[in-house]
T-cell receptor, first 111, second 113 residues
Framework: KQEVTQIPAALSVPEGENLVLNCSFT??????LQWFRQDPGKGLTSLLL?????REQTSGRLNASLDKSSGRSTLYIAASQPGDSATYLC??????????FGKGTRLHILP | KAGVTQTPRYLIKTRGQQVTLSCSPI?????VSWYQQTPGQGLQFLFE???????NKGNFPGRFSGRQFSNSRSEMNVSTLELGDSALYLC????????????FGPGTRLTVL
């Protein structure tokens, strides 16, 4: 049974720092992995989608990597800003087509 | 291009009642998935519809059901509401197929009293 874990559950960093969020999964038989951000009380905003055949994806200050063999993905945020404060969630789509989410990392950027 | 829309945004019901939530996907998307989000369990997959057929289902009781119409709009129904059904219900749409990116709506906040 696929399990997705995100550590730490919460993180506070000063503005301007580069940071890395982690996502691990137990079953490497996945189609893809997607990173989202969620602001309080709101829906999810898609950040990056990495297909199982890819190693990384970049969008602006964000870079996501995928290592299927070790069951890990990281989301790198460069030059963090207060507007980056949100909960970041990763989700994997299994080969049985079910999507499993991690519990998220709550990120707070200190001005 | 309009995003995923969900109605209503907020609902208050009492135990034993039933509720219907609606989701309109992004134009051109044929797949709609539903999720339940609670502080304790996080985001859990309910079911996915593609071209009016349920393609996949999570581990929820039969009180949770859904359907999809020919215009790809989807509805989710919860019967005999329980206190534990209080949650944010999110729907997501995509073109369909396992490699496609999902786009989420703002959610419906359901409170069961």
């Amino acid at each position: 049974k696929q399990e997705v874990t995100q550590i730490p559950a919460a993180l506070s960093v000063p503005e301007g720092e580069n940071l890395v969020l982690n996502c691990s999964f137990t079953d490497s038989a996945i189609y893809n992995l997607q990173w989202f951000r969620q602001d309080p009380g709101k829906g999810l905003t898609s950040l990056l989608l990495i297909q199982s055949s890819q190693r990384e994806q970049t969008s602006g200050r964000l870079n996501a990597s995928l290592d299927k063999s070790s069951g890990r993905s990281t989301l790198y945020i460069a030059a963090s800003q207060p507007g980056d404060s949100a909960t970041y969630l990763c989700a994997v789509r299994n080969r049985d087509d079910k999507i499993i989410f991690g519990k998220g990392t709550r990120l707070h950027i200190l001005p | 291009k309009a995003g995923v829309t969900q109605t209503p945004r907020y609902l208050i019901k009492t135990r034993g009642q039933q509720v219907t939530l609606s989701c309109s996907p992004i134009s051109g998307h044929r797949s709609v998935s539903w999720y339940q989000q609670t502080p304790g369990q996080g985001l859990q997959f309910l079911f996915e519809y593609f071209s009016e057929t349920q393609r996949n289902k999570g581990n929820f009781p039969g009180r949770f059901s859904g359907r999809q119409f020919s215009n790809s709009r989807s509805e989710m129904n919860v019967s005999t509401l329980e206190l534990g059904d209080s949650a944010l219900y999110l729907c997501a749409s995509s073109f369909g197929g396992p490699i496609n990116e999902q786009f989420f709506g703002p959610g419906t906040r359901l409170t069961v009293l």
